[in-house]
């Protein structure tokens, strides 16, 4: 275990040395020149990134896969911690991140947020044996695991003030869904379309409670908010508005989410 957290603690910090990208000049077209898009992920966040028999797979493989042709150029991704993901963005390690980001209003004055690609609600799942627990209201003197450095995090402090509210933050959901069947939470905050999934992969272990403690969010990429990446995020929009479009998106959607959601074609104001 320790061998395997070394190496761990070795591809992060090689990951955050490398050489920031070129960002003097047009960001697409050094992008096509490169013929490679990079791209900064965290690959512990099912159903859109995670590995699966060695390989990453999700939602965002898929999509990306559809922004690379669109773009003439192959996507490498980059896997971190959600932690280190921004900052490597910010530091010129990669051209945008996967994610997906929850658009916020306070985010949209530092990023450029592309079309939404998904959205969801702010909620929370318990153990389906938990029959005490029935409500998303009934909080009270409740343990809750959220990942650290989340809109879903800050919502169920935000919720919890005054009403003896424990949050355990986690370097990813995976690691709070373990604590929650081991009896260590009374409940799991994060986006509906995360915990849908997870009660879907463990059929009768866990439920999702209505109602949503936060309102609709919409999910979207990011990138840099300056004047050398706004070509490439434009194209990445075209490349979305155009699988929005022709189906391509449901698919995706139907594929990892079991549902489908229709999708601004302009970037809508963030409700949080």
């Known amino acids: 275990m320790l061998f395997r957290r070394l190496i761990g603690a070795i591809s992060i910090a090689a990951a955050l040395a490398m050489p920031a990208l070129a960002q003097d000049k047009d960001l ?76 916020t209003a306070a985010r949209l004055e530092k990023y450029y947020f592309n079309l939404p690609i998904s959205g969801g609600a702010i909620s929370i799942m318990k153990l389906a044996k938990n029959t005490d627990f029935t409500s998303a209201e009934d909080i009270e003197s409740r343990s809750f695991g959220a990942q650290r450095e989340t809109v879903s995090a800050a919502k169920i402090r935000e919720v919890g003030e005054g009403r003896n509210v ?12 373990a604590d929650l069947v081991a009896g260590r939470l009374d409940g799991v905050v994060a986006q509906s ?33 300056d004047e050398n990446s706004l070509s490439l995020m434009k194209a990445v929009d075209e490349a979305i508005l155009g699988m929005s479009r022709d189906g391509r998106m449901a698919e995706f959607q139907r594929k990892w989410f079991g549902m489908t959601l229709d999708l601004p074609e302009t970037l809508p104001d963030p409700s949080i």
């Open 166 to 177: 424990t949050v355990r933050d986690y370097g990813d959901n995976n690691q709070a869904y």
């Open 28 to 103: 697409l077209a050094t992008v096509k020149e490169r013929g490679e898009l990079v791209v900064g992920t965290e690959m512990q966040f099912p159903p859109f990134d995670f590995i699966e028999n060695g390989k990453q797979t999700g939602f965002n493989a898929d999509v990306f896969a559809e922004i690379g042709k669109h773009l003439g150029v192959k996507v490498k991704f980059i896997d971190l911690p959600w932690t280190n993901v921004l900052p490597g963005l910010e530091a010129g390690k990669f051209d945008m991140v996967a994610g997906p980001n929850t658009l």
């Open 193 to 225: 379309t995360n915990l849908y999934h997870a009660a879907k992969l463990r059929d009768g272990m866990f439920e999702v409670l209505e109602p949503a403690i936060g309102p609709m969010a919409w999910f979207s990429y990011l990138g840099r908010k």
